[in-house]
Antibody
């Protein structure tokens, strides 16, 4: 059973860079059937898609965050990461990593496996 | 990209049926059959309930059903149970090769 686990600092200062890692267990990140991505939920608000990456490194980002976001993948470590630069209080949120299905025989376009989420607070 | 529009809250008594709408545009919900629905209990990971408009993953109760008409997708929960009390989100693929979530609906079991 594949599992995803987020890790990273819970507190980031304004204007600095938020960095999170998602570790994949119980399966391979190298798959033609899935993308790997990030979703966040600010306190009291809804879910927001941040972006996704394919194991080859191809990326897709939310246009509203594109200038500040980088998602990368390390297939050897079975991890993928999120970097969000120049953070403000508006970036305070629970950050989830999630697997998105994209291949035949999978729930196409759906986020079928999620991590438990990690709270990141932006504050000085 | 703008979030898909969902009602802020929907409520029903145990055993009743409720329907949650998810309205987008022809560039997302109306243009693709990659609409999915998620159940989210606070403090837990979201759970996939419906994919490709109307398909249920293995293990999801058949009390959950969904459909789409034009730019609006809908999720119906029949035989409402107390465990169904949660936040529900729709999601859609978009013409920009991105994904967008709905604003979320809080389901209350009276």
């Amino acid at each position: 059973q594949m599992q995803l686990q987020e890790s990273g600092p819970g507190l980031v200062k304004p204007s600095e860079t938020l960095s999170l890692t998602c570790t994949v267990s119980g399966g391979s990140i190298i798959s033609s059937s899935y993308y790997w991505g990030w979703v966040r939920q600010p306190p009291g608000k809804g879910l927001e898609w941040i972006g996704s990456i394919y194991y080859t490194g191809s990326t897709y980002y939310n246009p509203s965050l594109k200038s500040r976001v980088t998602i990368s993948v390390d297939t050897s470590k079975i991890q993928f990461s999120l970097r969000l630069t120049s953070v403000t209080a508006a970036d305070t949120a629970v950050y989830y990593c999630a697997r998105r299905a994209s291949g035949s025989g999978t729930p196409l376009g759906a986020f079928d496996i999620w991590g438990q989420g990690t709270m990141v607070t932006v504050s000085s | 990209q703008s979030a898909l529009t969902q009602p802020a809250s929907v409520s029903g008594s145990p055993g009743q049926s409720i329907t949650i709408s998810c309205t987008g545009t022809s560039s997302d919900v109306g243009g693709y059959n990659y609409v999915s629905w998620y159940q989210h209990h606070p403090g837990k990971a979201p759970k996939l309930m419906i994919y490709e408009v109307s398909n249920r993953p293995s293990g999801v109760s058949n009390r959950f059903s969904a459909s789409k008409s034009g730019n609006t997708a809908s999720l119906t929960i029949s035989g409402l149970q107390t465990d169904d009390e949660a936040d529900y989100y729709c999601s859609s693929y978009t013409s920009s090769s991105t994904y967008v979530f709905g604003t979320g609906t809080k389901v209350t079991v009276l």
